[in-house]
């Protein structure tokens, strides 16, 4: 279920970035179309333009939507304001700093011996 829910927020998430690939691929596919009809400039064959200006405005279009959305969305976040009261000053109770006693473990470890059955290598078979 987890898995699915990061499929459809990793769609969700990347899929706008695709739309001006799907327009260039449309221009693409349908450029003798586009160039001979839609065309500004289809009157004036030496700008060798075939298309590109459709091509440019669909971009200029499609970026302006999704900048008008994305201002949308920001608006409408919610603002959440804290307020916090005036601090006049601040006073340690403390001034002097004393640091711990060194604890002595060493006498600890002349004691301490391993166990055998870790320090012997298992039988060989």
């Keep these: 279920m987890r898995t699915i829910i990061i499929y459809i927020w990793l769609i969700t ?6 739309s001006q690939w799907g327009t260039i691929a449309y221009y693409q596919l349908n450029k003798e179309y586009i ?48 307020f916090a009261s005036p601090v006049a000053s601040f006073e340690f109770l403390s001034r002097h700093f004393v640091l711990p006693r060194e604890h002595a473990f060493a006498y600890r470890l002349a004691f301490y011996q391993a166990p055998l059955s870790i320090a012997v290598p298992p039988p060989c078979s």
Excluded at 13 to 18: A, E, N, R, S, V
């Design 13 to 18: 998430t990347i899929l706008p970035t695709f």
């Design 35 to 82: 160039a001979r009809v839609l065309c500004e400039n289809r009157d004036k064959p030496q700008l060798h333009c075939n298309g590109h200006c459709y091509l440019a405005k669909k971009l200029k279009k499609q970026q302006e939507a999704q900048d008008q959305k994305t201002t949308e969305q920001v608006q409408n976040i919610p603002v959440i304001q804290l």
